[in-house]
């Protein structure tokens, strides 16, 4: 069973702090998506990553993908409290299924 | 352009009782996809739609829960004798194809309490 462990599971900090989520994994995937969720809404896509070793920029965001594509990372700079939401990651298996991360939940205080 | 749609986006039911939860998925997506979420938490995949192929129904976490998918487009899933278990928002997703690397697009889902 293929599983995608995230760190932290929470996460406090103050607004202008930067901070890193993990997401891990023992197997390889495709692919990795990042998505936020804030609360009432369902998931949005923030950026898919599918190259080993490839980094993404998101103005403030920065999403790593491992070299050997079990793993990934998200760095915030200068968070704001508009960063505040549930994140999510989620690798894409051989086939049409998702694996999902259970997700870290940021709250940014301004 | 209109998005994933969902209703209700909250349901109260009383336990035993059955629940119907609609989904309207973006037009021309082909692969449609039912979640639960508990409270704050990762998403636990449930059922898959891909156009007329059967569904892979893999996720349900018991013959008590069901869903179809008519005309390629609308989809239901229905709860049948809810337990308070089964409270949880259930988010509807769908994509332009069915492969795990295109992009899903959430419907804003349905609260359900079961009391």
């Known amino acids: 069973t293929q599983l995608l462990e995230q760190s932290p599971q929470f996460l406090s900090i103050q607004e202008g702090e930067n901070l890193t989520v993990y997401c891990n994994s023992s197997s390889v995937f495709s692919s990795l998506q990042w998505y936020r969720q804030e609360p009432g809404e369902g998931p949005v896509l923030l950026v898919t990553v599918v190259t080993g070793g490839e980094v993404k920029k998101l103005k403030r965001l920065t999403f790593q993908f491992g070299d050997a594509r079990k793993d990934s990372s998200l760095h915030i700079t200068a968070a704001q409290p508009g960063d505040t939401g549930l994140y999510l990651c989620?690798?894409?298996?051989?086939?049409?299924?998702?694996?999902w991360g259970a997700g870290t939940k940021l709250i940014i205080k301004p | 352009g209109a998005g994933v749609s969902q209703s209700p986006s909250n349901k109260v039911t009383e336990k035993g009782k059955d629940v119907e939860l609609r989904c309207d998925p973006i037009s021309g997506h082909t692969a449609l996809y039912w979640y639960r979420q508990s409270l704050g938490q990762g998403l636990e995949f449930l059922i898959y739609?891909?156009?007329?192929?059967?569904?892979?129904k893999s996720g349900l976490p018991s013959d008590r829960f069901s869903a179809e998918r008519t005309g390629g487009s609308v989809s239901t899933l229905t709860i049948q004798r809810t337990q308070q278990e089964d409270s949880a928002v259930y988010l509807c997703?769908?994509?332009?194809?069915?492969?795990?690397?295109?992009?899903?697009?959430f419907g804003p889902g349905t609260r359900l309490t079961v009391t």
């Open positions: 739609f891909q156009g007329n192929s059967a569904p892979d």
């Open positions: 997703a769908s994509s332009l194809m069915g492969y795990s690397s295109y992009e899903q697009y």
């Open positions: 989620a690798g894409a298996d051989s086939n049409y299924q998702l694996i």
